[in-house]
């Protein structure tokens, strides 16, 4: 194997595991911030010697083995381990012997365990959202900061001051490596599943730039999705958000033309989507409401979705189900957004006039005052009713207010055809 394939192993295999090497080394050292600084000497490691000695057998189990010996000569030469409390100590203590394969296996069989832990940690509300999202997805996405920044459309010293921020701040606040228990687990899984959505969001619709979707924030969204559920099996918001993330990525291919430009929910080829995601997304929705519980947002909203997959042509959809759902949602987690999308389906299952009716009495709510699909929903009612003029001005309305290019030459076209 030449140097270059040798390269291109390791960046593989570090890419996969950088999350889990990063969860355990913050185990051992109880701060995020060493943790990466080990992980990455344990890189710099493999990049000196493998392309010398040779890719090894277990290439994974050698990055992990590097860089708890990078972690563990660190403690030995601060002589950390009896400043630690009593568990960790005795944890410590063994290592540093070399005489301890069972605590050995037990970091390991507890990866599972630090990943989760490590999510916790990265969406602390100790830190502001954008920090929360910046860290998410440098440590357990895996992605650089250049490519934090470029995804959100922001200069990469500005990433790189969040990132570096967010991680003094865990430690400044000495955030317990640990997952929260009781009325805190539930309020800070929120907080996680916030991120993790917030970043599908900004992939699935890009707010700014001129790409109408950025697929590689919706796939990190999703594989952090995938794992929280097998790291929380029992929780149904996290397989409700996962269903919801799958179900919506299944219509990737469908959601532009061959120009890239926005091709609309009801006017998009179904043929086109994917249908291995619909059956995940549909079997995650099953397993959330198997646990038997009142369904929460994220749940509700994979119902929805759910509703879209299982129609085979877009006047099949259900919208009197699914405007009962956004009901449902309205209720459990109030919001104007939630009243625009309720309208919508109204308008669908009852006719252009009631949904015109609810949109209106959200004409003076502030939250959507800048928000550009207000205008642009309230556009297509008028155009369903045959009032072109102010359709046309509401259209143009919502092509000043958006940010992304592919939606301001679409909202402009509608405008035009108005």
């Known amino acids: 194997m030449n140097d270059n394939s040798t390269h291109r192993a390791i960046v593989a295999v570090w890419r996969i595991e950088e999350a889990k090497i990063i969860a355990v080394l913050t185990r051992m050292l109880r701060d995020v911030a060493l943790a990466e600084e080990m992980a990455q000497e344990a890189l710099v490691s493999a990049l000196e010697t493998w392309p010398e000695n040779g890719t090894p057998e277990r290439p994974a189990a050698w990055l992990m083995q590097a860089a708890k010996n990078k972690a563990l000569d660190y403690l030995r030469h601060q002589k950390l381990a009896q400043e630690k409390e009593p568990e960790l100590t005795y944890e410590i203590e063994g290592l540093l012997q070399d005489a301890a394969p069972d605590l050995e296996r037990e970091l390991d069989d507890n990866i599972g365990d630090d990943l989760l832990r490590l999510i916790f940690i990265s969406c602390h509300p100790v830190l502001t959202m954008e920090a929360r999202v910046a860290l998410t997805l440098r440590l357990l996405g895996g992605l650089t900061t250049d490519e934090i920044a470029r995804a959100f459309l922001a200069a990469e010293p500005t990433i790189a001051q969040r990132i570096v921020r967010a991680k003094r701040t865990l430690g400044d606040a000495k955030v317990p490596f640990e997952v929260p228990r009781g009325a805190e687990l539930e309020e800070r899984l929120a907080a996680v599943l916030q991120v993790i959505y917030l970043v599908y969001n900004e992939g699935y619709s890009a707010s700014a730039g001129s790409d109408w979707m950025r697929p590689g924030l919706c796939h990190e969204a999703l594989r952090l999705g995938r794992i929280l559920a097998e790291l ?187």
């Open 232 to 418: 929380a099996p029992g929780e149904p918001e996290v397989h409700g958000l996962v269903a919801l993330m799958e179900i919506q990525s299944s219509r990737a291919r469908a959601r532009t033309d061959a120009q890239g430009k926005p091709v609309l929910l009801l006017e998009q080829d179904r043929t086109r989507w994917d249908q291995m995601l619909v059956r995940r997304g549909l079997a995650a929705l099953e397993r959330a409401q198997a646990l038997g519980r009142v369904p929460g947002p994220y749940v509700l909203q994979a119902a929805i979705a759910a509703c879209h997959a299982r129609a085979k042509r877009a006047q099949d959809t259900d919208w009197q189900m699914i405007a009962d759902l956004y009901l449902a949602l309205a209720t459990r987690a109030p919001s104007p957004v939630v009243e625009l999308n309720r309208a919508v389906a109204l308008a669908m299952a009852y006719g252009p006039a009631v949904g015109l009716e609810l949109v209106d009495q959200l004409l003076d709510e502030p939250a959507l005052k800048h928000y550009h699909l207000l205008p642009s929903v309230r556009g297509d009612f008028l155009f369903k009713l045959e009032r072109m003029a102010e359709a046309r001005a509401e259209f143009e309305r919502a092509a000043g207010l958006t940010q992304n290019e592919r939606e301001r030459d679409l909202l402009l076209a509608r405008a035009a055809a108005c």
